[in-house]
């Protein structure tokens, strides 16, 4: 399955369905290129919703590290939803997931940015 990224928004906030492989030389440049064309276009809340990723490899765990990293460095929120077990499980291994925050739906996940929890 190739990667495939689609927008929508809850109200201030960009919500990127991801879709497929999160792998070198597809999926996570294509997702890198997403975020950044949300950021330029002035979103500064963005949800990744993984729940249709199949695999992610070491790039795109990159590339989620480096999309938070830029999100906090100009004010901006880059969170988590859906996550399938098996991404869990490299966050875990690469301790990313003490950094990114990762919530188990959607609602759960908007309503972190209205009140500015943490980690559900």
Not at 5 to 21: F, Q
Not at 23 to 28: F, Q, W
């Amino acid at each position: 399955m190739s990667f495939e990224a689609s927008v929508r928004y809850s109200g201030d906030i960009a919500i990127l369905d991801l879709t497929g492989r999160i792998v070198l030389n597809d999926g996570s440049a294509k997702m890198r290129e997403a975020i950044t064309k949300l950021r330029d276009q002035g979103a500064s809340k963005i949800l990744l919703n993984l729940a249709d990723v199949s695999f992610m490899d070491s790039s795109g765990l990159g590339e989620l590290a480096s999309a938070y990293a830029a999100a906090q460095k100009t004010g901006g929120q880059l969170k988590l939803m859906n996550i399938p077990i098996r991404i869990v499980d490299l966050l875990r291994i690469t301790k990313l997931d003490t950094v990114l925050t990762a919530y188990p739906s959607e609602p759960a996940a908007l309503e972190s940015f209205s009140t500015g929890a943490a980690s559900a």
